[in-house]
């Protein structure tokens, strides 16, 4: 087998997983999704490393991603949310209540013309997953974005959160060298380092 047949299976199987578990997510009922959320956001808020945050990356919820809402009417804390730009993430700020737009993706962000987050002062990273396994490893949805900016050595000492239901934590995800794992995983179920 050469070597780009062996790539191609982990990128084939990256793609039969991002949509079983997409799929699988989008088969919650509203009111499973609302609850299994809140119960995301409340081993969040249990946790000393989130309560000790000030400035945190976060994400508007997508295809039934988790809902940080709870979270995210949190005046106390400073907020940034990225913004696609090109094929990288702009990250501004964003307090409750804000106007919002719907930008590349059809994915919620904000304003382009609101103010930017200068990201040397952030303190934690919420990061969006299709699924996330036990050493921390994400799938995402495939388009790098999150895999070139925890690339950025200015991101190298944040601590990162892998955002999911428990349903799409597994064993084992297939990855490349470039998937670097992720120091935390938050699910409905349990908050842990990896």
């Not at 969006?128 to 994400?138: E, H, N, Q």
């Not at 060298?177 to 938050?186: C, E, G, V």
């Amino acid at each position: 087998m050469t070597h780009n047949d062996h790539h191609l299976t982990i990128s084939e199987e990256k793609k039969r997983l991002r949509k079983q578990y997409i799929q699988q997510r989008l088969q919650l009922s509203s009111s499973q999704w609302q609850l299994k959320s809140n119960h995301i956001c409340r081993q969040l808020e249990n946790s000393s490393l989130f309560r000790q945050s000030k400035v945190i990356l976060s994400y508007f919820t997508f295809k039934q991603e988790p809902d940080l809402s709870l979270l995210h009417q949190k005046q106390e804390k400073k907020w940034g949310f990225p913004r696609c730009q090109g094929k990288n993430l702009v990250w501004h700020q964003w307090q409750w209540g804000e106007k919002l737009q719907i930008g590349a993706y059809d994915i919620t962000e904000p304003m382009a013309n609101s103010l930017l987050i200068d990201v040397t002062t952030v303190d934690l990273i919420l990061v969006p997953a299709v699924a996330c396994d036990t050493l921390g490893y994400r799938l995402g949805y495939g388009g790098g974005y999150y895999d070139r900016m925890l690339e950025l050595s200015l991101f190298h000492h944040i601590p990162t959160i892998g955002i999911i239901f428990n349903d799409a934590y597994i064993s084992l995800l297939p990855r490349e060298s470039w998937d670097k794992p992720l120091n935390y995983i938050a699910t409905d179920l349990k908050f842990f380092k990896v």
